[in-house]
Structure formats: C-alpha cells, structure tokens
C-alpha cells in the first residue's frame, strides 16, 4: 500500500509533541522550541491576514488543535525546568527580563493585560462569532441550494458550476461548525496559561525556599520574573492565534486579500480624511497641540493623494473600456456559440419580468423548478435546464414557449387580474374579460382581484397568471417529452440503474441493444404518456425480447405489456372502465394492411377506408365526451400501435389501449364498436 510523504509527516508531528511532554528536553532545545512556536503563530497569523476567504484555510481549525497542543507540551516542559533547575533557558529569561525590564510588578501586569486582552475580548469575542457564523451558515443551507437551483434552471450556471456550488456550501458549513469548536481551545488555552503561571509561582516559592533551602525574597523574585517570562512567552503566541482565529471568523469572502481590501474600503474616499484632519486641528487648540497637529497634516496629505489617485483611476477605467470596446469589435464572432439550440425555451414580454425576478416577489425560477420536479416523478423523465429570457419583440404581457428554438406555444396575460374557469357546473356568469385558457383551450374569464373570492364562492376554478404559465409549461413538455428525451438523457437515466442493477444492464448494453434503440422505446412510451419512470422494468422486458427481434415498435408493445399494473391505473380510474372496442372485421383489415421492412413496419390502407374509420371512431368518442368520460379505445396487441397512429393526427391525445395491457382487477365495458 502506498503511503503519502504527507501523511507520515502529520502522524511524526504528534508523536514528536506527545515525546516532549514525556522525554527531558534540555534548555538549549527548548529555545529553539519557543522560537519556533512563535515563528509558526506570526507565519498563521499572516497567513489569515492574506487569505481571500475562510475556506482558503479550511485546515485551519486542525491547525488550532496542533497549536494548542504544541503549547501545552512546551509550557509543560518550561515548568518543569523552571521547577528543577530554577531556570528555563535564554528565551524565558530574556522575556522575563527584557520585556518585564527585570521588574516583578511590571511584568507581572505586561503579562495581566495580554491575559485579560486575549481571554475577556479577543477569545470571548471569537467564541460567539464562531457561534453565531456556524448557526447562520446552516440556517442558510436550503436557501443558498434553492438560489442554485433557481441559477441552473435560468441557465445561468451549467451542472459542473452548480455542483461546484453546492460542493463549496457544504464546506462552509462543515468549516464553520469546526471553528465553533476550535474556538474552545483558544479559550481553554487562555484559561490554562494563567493556571499554569499561579501553579508555578507558588510552586516555585514551595521549592526554592523550602526544598533548597533559598531565601524567600530571592526564590519569590526568581521564580516570578521567570515564570512571567514562561507565560509571556506562552501568551504573546497564544495571543496571535486568537487574533488569527478572530479574523478567520469575521472575514467575508473576497477576491483579494485583507491589506487590498482595507485600502479600498478606508482609503477610498478623501472627504473622510479632510473631516477627520478639521477634527484633529480643533483638538489641538486645548489638548497637545504637536500631536494632533501632525495627525491633521498627514490627513491633509492622504486626501489629497486620493483625490489624485481616483481621478487617475477614472482615467485609466476609461482607456481600458475603449480598448476592450474596440478589442471586442475587432474580435471575430464565435460562431460555434450560435449554433447551440436550447431544449426548452420560455419567452415573455417585459411586463412578465416581475413575475421571474425574484427581487420583486415573483416565483416563476421556483416554480420552474418544481415542474422538473414533478416531470421527474410522474413521467421519469429528465426535463433539460429551461431557458427563461424576456424578449422586447414580444408584447409586453405576452409569453411564447419553444422547444428546440421553434415556438410551439404561448398566451397572453393580464397581470393585475386572475383566470376564471368553469368547471362545468356553473350556472351563474361572472362579468370580466371573456378569453382562452391557453393549456387546454377552455373557455375563460379574467377577472380583478376584487371579484376572485366571488368567482371562487360561484365554483369557478381561479389561477394566478404565474400558474397560467406553469401549467401551459408542463403541458407543453409533456406533449414533446418523446422530443426532449434523447440519448444522453437516457444514457444518464442507464448510468443510475446501473450503479444498482448491474447486471440488467450489462446483458443489455451493448450486448443486445443499442442506446439508441432504447431510447426510441422510452420516446414511443414518452409520446403517449407512459411514465418510464420504472426503468427496471423496462430494461428488464427488453432484455427478454430483445435477442428475438430488432423491431423497437413490438419491443414497445412488450414493455407496456409490462408495465400494464401501471398503464391501467393511469388511465383508468377505478375498477370499472366504459371502452370502444374494434370490430374483428376492422382489426382483421388493419392487419392485413401492415407491411413489414427492414426500415419498420407501416399501414397502406386506401384513404377511403381510413375516412370511414376516422368517421365512425369520432361518433363514439364524440358521445363519450358527452357524458364526461375519457374516450378509450381497447383494440388487440398486434393491432393496438398501427390504430393509433391511424388515429394520433384527426384525434390527438386518445388514449388505445390493448386487452393484454389490462389489469385483470380491472372490469371494462364496451359502449360502442368502430366499424369498417
């Protein structure tokens, strides 16, 4: 097995610490120790300082944990030779007489003030901004993962973007629950080196004037002086890296670095400067007078030099945009960009803008989302990213749906008002604007916002324009959803199986079947609205007839066969069902009419006939539409795909059903028969 360097390297790193706690360390390697832990605190620290955003340092609450250990092992260390031997090395004695000046009292307070400094503000602060940030992060995880949804639909992100997005959400959250607690051992760190410097005061005095017999003024000057120097050299570290974890967990993502951003957000706008310089000139009339002085000139001074600055800055943004502008019109077009033809299209007029932009309350991106959804889970399909684009040639509360760039569909709305539709069953009239509801083509009424409670008391069926749009949208993909399903998404929908049924797939693709010609199956179910969303059972049925014939049509038959339980329930509702039924005599001609090829199979029936047909199939649907029962038509499997082609172009949507299709729970009865 392969080890990385890396690994070995982090694995060596705690043992060496856990080793100094243990093993005696003399006073010359325990300076370098020090220093060390110094250095690699500032090398921390400027790192935070020059990081773009928090996850740049994502390793950082490991880094915390290494630290805190790291220290606790050298203060461990220090005591015990401040202990033992009554000195700690150069580092120790140099903080305890250099920066405490040799001065018990003023060390004592130098070493007070970091303390309170670090544990009551900086720790303390941290502690409740990395709380705060951890509990706003995972508040904000359903929203930010809606807003990407939201980008992906509108085409504003591909799906490598939005996995990358949803990719860096989860690592802010899991970041900032680590630093809520990381920020612990700051804490505990802070709290432990003022114990450690009691302990070792008193226990300092204990040994020295006690144990070796010293006299208590020495032993107490001696062990103190040394023990502050213990903890300033502890503190000033430990105080750096708190200031590194308070800057981590109050930084915003940015572009550039914390220096860069400073300059721009402070140093940017010289009216700050000349203010401040007017206050600093009135301060030095009853206070110190050089100082406040001094500040307002140099004031003086930085406001003029950005006043230079921003109008060179103008000058320059100018030159840059005229260059870019002309860069751009020398630049020869990219074609290839203008051959990509999106799946699905949705286009409106700028009076339909609100309802998509989500600043001014609109929801359609939510709703668009919802429709893949729901497309999803009632027909298995895949809906490609819809394109959503306001268009200036469009009137302004007109919309136009297309499908692979042609438009199909479209419809015109009145924003300040609501669709009544009637059911059926509605005597009374309600006044508005009588027009087309343009999904199914009912009779409707736009009515004002004052007469919807109305119209809904009277038993009207009412719809905001947004859900106008909605339901057209889903219907028009799920009339072209054979379109809209091509290979790659099937090849995507096999991918998902496969990592569960490997073996269905395996025997089927290649072996017996091609992409292709599965996905001219799903297309055949798609196109009369047989969800394929149980997709086992598909390939199932295909891998059991496809060694026997070629012909995707019958592979068709064989699955719906299949999937009848499904088939049935879809289109009949209950367990008793009225049908049309076909005369022998008629299903007879048909199939004496089906001529095979190698190209497929297809009827050559005389267009007389095919008249008398369509006539006498339209009186039986006719009178079943009469009654409010959906027409369908129960034919034989052999004749059941040949009739309804015959039929899909003068009766498109009616439901041909064959016997072999049924659930056996289910009861038909025949209320008319389509004659020849």
Request: with cysteine; charged share 20%; hydrophobic share 45%.
């Amino acid at each position: 097995m392969k080890v990385k360097f890396g690994d070995i390297s982090i694995a060596v790193l705690v043992v060496l610490i856990v080793l100094i706690i243990i093993l005696p360390v003399p006073s010359g390697i325990l300076d370098i120790l020090l220093a060390l832990n110094i250095a690699a605190s500032i090398v921390v620290l400027l790192n935070v300082v020059y990081s773009r955003e928090a996850l740049q340092l994502s390793v950082f609450p490991s880094i915390l944990l290494f630290m805190t250990l790291y220290r606790l092992a050298l203060n461990i260390k220090s005591t015990t030779l401040i202990l033992a031997d009554g000195k700690a090395g150069q580092v120790i004695d140099g903080f305890g007489n250099f920066v405490a000046r040799g001065n018990l009292v003023v060390g004592a307070v130098v070493f007070l003030i970091i303390t309170i400094v670090q544990f009551l503000v900086i720790t303390k602060g941290t502690e409740r901004v990395s709380e705060v940030a951890a509990r706003f992060t995972l508040d904000a995880m359903p929203g930010k993962q809606m807003a990407i949804d939201a980008d992906l639909n509108a085409g504003l992100i591909n799906d490598a973007e939005a996995k990358e997005r949803r990719k860096k959400i989860q690592r802010e959250s899991d970041f900032y629950g680590a630093m809520d607690g990381a920020t612990k051992f700051v804490k505990g760190d802070a709290i432990a080196g003022l114990i450690i410097t009691i302990i070792n005061i008193i226990g300092g005095i204990i040994i020295g004037a006690i144990m070796r017999g010293e006299n208590i003024s020495f032993a107490f000057q001696n062990y103190t002086i040394l023990t502050i120097g213990d903890g300033l050299v502890s503190q000033i570290p430990s105080l750096l890296i708190s200031v590194a974890t308070g800057l981590i967990v109050t930084k915003s993502t940015s572009d550039e670095g914390l220096s860069d951003d400073l300059k721009k957000q402070i140093l940017y706008n010289p009216n700050v400067f000349f203010i401040a310089s007017g206050f600093c000139i009135f301060l030095a009339i009853p206070l110190a007078t050089l100082p406040f002085l001094t500040l307002a000139l140099i004031f003086i001074i930085l406001g003029i030099g950005l006043i230079k600055r921003n109008v060179r800055d103008e000058e320059q943004e100018g030159i840059q945009i005229e260059e870019e502008e002309v860069k751009e019109i020398r630049k020869p077009e990219n074609v290839v960009n203008l051959l990509q033809v999106d799946p699905i299209e949705l286009e409106f007029g700028y009076g339909i803008i609100p309802l998509a932009d989500t600043n001014q309350g609109g929801d359609l991106l939510d709703r668009v989302v919802m429709i893949r959804r729901q497309l999803a889970l009632e027909l298995g399909m895949i809906v490609p990213i819809i394109r959503l684009r306001d268009n200036i040639q469009l009137n302004p509360n007109e919309y136009v749906v297309k499908i692979k760039g042609v438009e199909i569909a479209g419809g015109e709305l009145m924003l300040d008002h609501y669709l009544a539709m009637s059911p059926g069953f509605v005597e009374e009239e309600i006044e508005g604007i009588k027009t087309t509801e343009p999904a199914f083509g009912l009779p409707a009424v736009w009515v004002s916002e004052a007469q919807r409670d109305r119209a809904e008391m009277l038993g009207y069926t009412v719809v905001d324009p947004p859900s106008i749009i909605a339901t057209h949208l889903t219907e028009v993909i799920k009339s072209h959803a054979h379109e809209l399903t091509g290979r790659q998404e099937v090849q995507t929908i096999v991918d998902r199986i496969k990592e569960n049924y490997p073996a269905i797939v395996e025997e089927l693709i290649p072996k017996t079947m091609t992409v292709g010609e599965i996905q001219k199956v799903i297309a055949n179910l798609l196109k009369e609205g047989v969800s394929v969303r149980d997709m086992v059972t598909i390939l199932e049925t295909l891998a059991d007839y496809a060694p026997s014939t070629h012909d995707t049509d019958l592979l068709t038959e064989y699955v719906r066969q299949a999937l009848g339980r499904a088939i049935s329930k879809k289109f009949i509702k209950g367990k008793k069902s009225n049908v049309i039924t076909l005369d022998p005599r008629l299903e007879q001609v048909i199939m004496d009419a089906i001529h095979k090829t190698e190209q497929g199979s297809y009827l050559t029936l005389e267009p007389g006939i095919v008249n008398t047909i369509i006539n006498n199939l339209s009186k039986q649907v006719q009178k079943q539409v009469q009654l409010g029962q959906q027409p369908i038509v129960l034919s034989s499997p052999i004749v059941r795909l040949y009739f309804r082609r015959l039929t899909e172009q003068s009766i498109p949507g009616l439901v041909v059903l064959s016997y072999n299709e049924l659930d056996p729970t289910v009861e038909v009865q025949a209320v008319g028969t389509v004659s020849v």
